[in-house]
């Protein structure tokens, strides 16, 4: 049986998203994100389905080979519905905000996820990965359509009724957040977020939780911070947890990297993708603890595997085709020679600008430690790259791939992650220019905070312009609102203006108190909280050869701190940005260090042993 309809191909052929392209071979009449699939339901008068995933999700891949590639399938879905298929990470608020819709029907959120809408885009049924016939307690893909599009017909005020009531509550909820944001934690509001962190812990098999495990490096970024900040046990909790990570199934020990998590406790059974954000997040995390074995192990994965000639690919697939099959997982479980035989899993190849950012700072950070890959020379050439290619006229594109962008809006994600990024990529390489292009895109989101956000969630009245849709979500990554906050919180002690501190403070108030009682899942909050916390410190160096012994104040980096080693003409170069803690210290007939902290200052060193000393004070 044919399906109807015109070819999916006329309109996802020419899409940026791997993802998208995925599908355009199908039968199902597929529509990108846009005004144009809400006008065509309207005009039929039938309801949405709206398909999120992303390229790397295996139960996508499942879901997409055994429902939508099914001709009889695809008829039923194009008599039925206006189909939408959405890339998840090319549509960060879409996603964002049906999951929070989802969650009024299924407590298994994740992806794919399947969300059934009035023509107006609000959701009244959901659900994940839905199989072609009834499996065990799962309904089939067929059965739902056939009940959603009854109901439509048979009993639409009741379905508009529940639509409506629930966009309505949870719009409310959010406007209440927002409006009504709480105190800012004190220090013991964070002592009391760490303990119950550290109560998470698997004393079994390690790690937080239990199955499925996930490397969770916001929260083990956190845990660092705390611990740079005097806490010994969130500094071993993270110790043990990283040191865990390396020895587990997890970890991919041929090519590096780190898989997306696994189904068991123990770590055991991993699903096989390996995303950019999750090993970005962990670069950061073992280079701040010194580790640079295992960093360079996870610099070598990125640059090998998800390195682009511009930026770095999202993530890489967890299917391969070996004798002519496709196998979930089968390429990782072989070794060196036998995977040079095969084709490697298919990247998804599309540049995101805020999980790019994220690569920034981990790189920056590998820097100051000394892990080996010349981290310092990539980070240097991402960050150009992406102020070459994803700045444009002052605002910044959201997604590209193979040179062509995305029309997807870019978000607070990209705003604040990329402007972080840039800050520690220009305080580690002394690079004055990257700091200022930093300073340009923390001004242009400020000053387009309000017209953030996807324009066709806002005009059906399903996001607020200017607010991060849905509830945060850190377990993989720190959010939009957190990285914006840090790159503020960053950019006001070098730049010495203290109203942006309280500018960063109203992006993270609404979501404080749920911080600290749920750390796992809003780790970014917390990081940005121990470091508006923390005491303000500057470290200066300024000297035209720095020598090795210098190495402990390249890699002094804890809560609150700003560290800069520069050369004379890097420090002027400083100084004519507005950075005033150069003043006065652009040149050094010997090298100087200057430590300071809450505005009070030591007298100036010029022996490295005795700045090591006071840094371990």
């Known amino acids: 049986m044919m399906a109807t309809g015109n070819s999916s191909g006329n309109r996802l052929a020419g899409a940026v998203s791997p993802y998208l392209l995925s599908h355009a071979h199908q039968e199902v009449d597929w529509y990108p994100w846009g005004q144009e699939a809400f006008d065509e339901a309207?005009?039929?008068?039938?309801?949405?389905?709206?398909?999120?995933?992303?390229?790397?999700?295996?139960?996508?891949?499942?879901?997409?080979?055994?429902?939508?590639?099914?001709?009889?399938?695809?008829?039923?879905?194009?008599?039925?519905?206006?189909?939408?298929?959405?890339?998840r990470e090319e549509h960060g608020d879409v996603?964002?905000?049906?999951?929070?819709?989802?969650?009024a029907f299924t407590k298994?959120?994740?992806?794919?996820?399947?969300?059934?809408?009035?023509?107006?885009?609000?959701?009244?049924?959901?659900?994940?990965?839905?199989?072609?016939?009834?499996?065990?307690?799962?309904?089939?893909?067929?059965?739902?359509?056939?009940?959603v599009s009854t109901a439509w017909r048979d009993n639409r005020e009741d379905v508009l009724t529940q639509s409506r009531s629930l966009v309505e509550a949870l719009a409310a909820a959010q406007e209440a957040m927002v409006e009504n944001p709480s105190s800012v934690p004190d220090h013991s509001e964070l002592d009391r977020a760490t303990q119950t962190a550290l109560e998470q812990e698997d004393p079994v098999y390690g790690g937080f939780g239990q199955a499925p495990k996930f490397p969770m490096a916001p929260l083990v970024n956190y845990l660092i911070?705390?611990?740079d900040s005097g806490d010994a046990d969130a500094k071993q909790c993270a110790q043990r947890v990283l040191k865990t990570y390396a020895q587990s199934g997890i970890f991919d020990p041929v090519e590096g990297g780190f898989f997306r998590y696994a189904t068991e406790a123990d770590f055991t059974d991993p699903h096989y993708e390996r995303m950019l954000t999750d090993n970005a997040?962990?670069?950061?995390?073992?280079?701040?603890l010194g580790d640079t074995e295992m960093a360079g192990r996870i610099l070598t994965f990125l640059t090998n595997q998800l390195g682009l000639a511009g930026g770095f690919a999202s993530g890489q697939d967890s299917e391969s085709?070996?004798?002519?099959?496709?196998?979930?997982?089968?390429?990782?479980?072989?070794?060196?020679?036998?995977?040079?035989?095969?084709e490697p899993p298919a990247l998804d190849d599309k540049v995101v600008t805020g999980w790019n950012g994220l690569l920034l700072e981990a790189l920056s950070a590998a820097h100051r430690a000394g892990v080996p890959g010349e981290p310092g020379a990539v980070a240097r050439d991402l960050a150009q790259w992406l102020i070459d290619h994803h700045v444009v006229k002052g605002k910044l594109v959201r997604v590209s791939r193979n040179g062509v962008t995305s029309d997807a809006p870019a978000t607070l994600e990209d705003y604040g992650g990329l402007a972080l990024g840039l800050l520690e990529v220009g305080c580690a390489l002394g690079w004055a220019e990257g700091v200022a292009h930093a300073r340009d895109i923390i001004n242009a989101a400020l000053e387009a905070h309000e017209a953030l956000g996807d324009p066709l969630l806002v005009s059906h009245g399903l996001s607020r312009p200017g607010h991060t849709p849905g509830d945060l979500s850190e377990g993989?990554?720190?959010?939009?609102?957190?990285?914006?906050?840090?790159?503020?919180?960053?950019?006001?002690?070098?730049s010495s203006q203290p109203e942006l501190r309280e500018r960063a403070v109203s992006l993270i108030a609404p979501y404080a108190q749920q911080a600290i009682a749920q750390?796992?899942?809003?780790?970014?909050?917390?990081?940005?909280?121990?470091?508006?916390?923390?005491?303000?410190?500057?470290?200066?160096?300024v000297g035209e050869d720095v020598s090795p012994e210098w190495a402990p104040a390249r890699s002094w980096t804890p809560p609150g701190a700003i560290s800069l080693i520069l050369t004379p003409a890097q420090a002027g170069e400083f100084l004519a940005l507005g950075i005033s803690l150069l003043e006065g210290r652009t040149q050094a007939q010997q090298t100087t260090a200057y430590l300071c902290e809450s505005g009070v200052c030591a007298l100036p060193v010029s022996d490295p042993a005795v700045l090591a000393a006071k840094l371990t004070q």
């Not at 979930?328 to 072989?334: C, D, I, Q």
């Open 42 to 87: 309207a005009r039929r008068d039938v309801p949405l389905l709206i398909s999120i995933g992303y390229r790397t999700c295996h139960w996508c891949h499942v879901m997409s080979r055994e429902c939508f590639d099914d001709s009889d399938i695809a008829s039923l879905i194009n008599d039925t519905v206006v189909a939408v298929k959405v890339d």
């Open 95 to 103: 996603d964002a905000t049906y999951l929070m819709q989802a969650g």
């Open 108 to 147: 298994n959120l994740g992806w794919p996820l399947t969300v059934f809408a009035t023509p107006a885009g609000k959701a009244f049924y959901a659900a994940t990965y839905l199989p072609p016939e009834p499996r065990d307690s799962l309904p089939s893909l067929p059965d739902v359509l056939h009940a």
């Open 225 to 227: 911070a705390r611990g």
């Open 281 to 288: 997040g962990l670069l950061l995390a073992y280079s701040r």
């Open 321 to 342: 085709i070996i004798d002519g099959q496709s196998s979930e997982g089968g390429y990782y479980l072989l070794d060196a020679t036998q995977r040079a035989l095969l």
């Open 476 to 494: 993989a990554s720190p959010s939009g609102p957190s990285l914006m906050a840090l790159a503020l919180l960053r950019w006001s002690h070098l």
């Open 519 to 541: 750390p796992l899942g809003f780790a970014g909050v917390l990081r940005f909280l121990a470091e508006y916390r923390a005491p303000a410190r500057e470290l200066i160096v």
